[in-house]
């Protein structure tokens, strides 16, 4: 069992690098932000205790985000190959991460740092449109749909997420730098850290990613 993870503020590019990075390096994404949405989704008590953390701007409990994690990644065979969008965003997620990638023979070979400045992030996210069905990420200024509100892929409509709004923006930017800036230095140090200057083109940054990953 092998780990990719991709580190990055609110905004930084996580996720338009992970559904490039996917196709191309075959491995299995997984976005606790969109777990998360989907546990709301479905309307239950873990559901309603991560909703008030979300539209808040904070992060969700660790052990939530733990057992989840335990329960996503312990169903797949011992080559699989994750790329952890979100995830660790605490030193101790970080810490639970290595305990269970131990139990399961496994290893994290890169962590990606995207690294952009906080400036950048709030008109990133203030312009960030996803799609409700397939969910595909659109900003209206850098890369707008062909008709305005629907998707290109499947003609679904397009939706601000209710934690793109700048007063929880700003919140995501601060709790970013107390609780997961920490782990740039913590991985570091292990030695696997690889720092990529996301305010270039999402298309760059996907071929300084493919190099880093393939060579
Ligand atoms: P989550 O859904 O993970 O949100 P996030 O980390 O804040 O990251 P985003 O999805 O907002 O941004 P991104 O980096 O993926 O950027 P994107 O590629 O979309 O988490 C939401 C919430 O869930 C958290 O606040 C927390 O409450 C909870 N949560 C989730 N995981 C948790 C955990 N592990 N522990 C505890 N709580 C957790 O790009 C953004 C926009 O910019 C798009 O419009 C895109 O088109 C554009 N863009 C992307 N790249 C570029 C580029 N290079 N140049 C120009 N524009 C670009």
Redesign the pocket.
Known sequence: MDAIILL???????????ASLKKDIGCLHI????M??AVIQSDCEIGQA?RA??ES??????AL?LDLIQSRISREPDDARFLF??????IQ?AEGLQDLLSQLNGKISYVLN?VVAPEVLLP??C???TCKTCGA???IT??PPKIDGVCDVDGGELFQ?T??REKTILN?IE??KKQTAPLIDYYRTQGVLYDID?????A??VAIARDILLN
């Open positions: 990055g503020g609110p905004g930084a590019g996580k996720g338009t690098l992970a976005s606790t932000g969109e998360l949405r991560a953390c979300m701007g904070d992060l969700v409990p660790d985000i969008d979100g995830f660790p965003r605490t997620q995207l990133r996210l312009g960030r449109r990420v659109y900003h850098h890369r997420r934690d793109d995501r709790v970013y996301a305010s270039l083109s999402p760059e940054n």
